[in-house]
């Protein structure tokens, strides 16, 4: 966990998570949440959700359920009662509220994902898209393929980052 980043409340953390830096994760409503193994949160990224909300995992109640192996860059806005499957990316400046985001998918730079919505397995949001109805969300896409491979290099990339920097930054704990 890099510097100036704070998670508050009641968050169950995987092992080879790397948290950035300036990120705030505040499980002060709807928890517990959880972040499986070798997810990636970058910077400035919040992480909340509504209060007295939840999702259900395996007969458990979260606030927030991200998967193993997710990437949620700079500047994202995911807000629960929220999951976010396995090996899913999430772009700079995304913002979601209130979604169930299907495993292997691809949410680009700067989209909208807000009103309960489910995305299925394997869908790609266009940058700057808004998905905010269920119709919108059973018409995208299947991930293109120049873009199937761009959350596993990510999340590589940042498994090995993170590894380093705690060995070799003090600031990171």
Partial sequence: ??????????????????????????????????????????????????????IEVNGKKYGVYIGEEVSILHHAQPHGP????RNTFIGEGVSIYGATIGKNSVIMHGA???????????RFVEPGQTVWKQDQA??????PAE????????????YRLGKAYRMHTKLFI
């Fill in 1 to 54: 966990m890099g510097p100036n980043s704070y998670v508050i409340g009641d968050v169950h953390v995987e092992d080879d998570v790397m948290i950035g830096w300036n990120n705030l994760i505040r499980a002060d409503s709807s928890s517990p949440y959880f972040i499986g193994k070798k997810t990636n949160i970058q910077d400035f990224v919040l992480i909340h959700c509504h209060p007295s909300q939840h």
């Fill in 82 to 85: 929220l999951y976010i499957g």
């Fill in 138 to 143: 059973d018409q995208l896409p299947p991930v």
């Fill in 112 to 122: 909208t994902i807000a009103n309960h919505v489910k995305i299925s397995e394997g």
């Fill in 147 to 158: 873009f199937k491979n761009l959350n596993q290099e990510i999340v590589d990339h940042y």
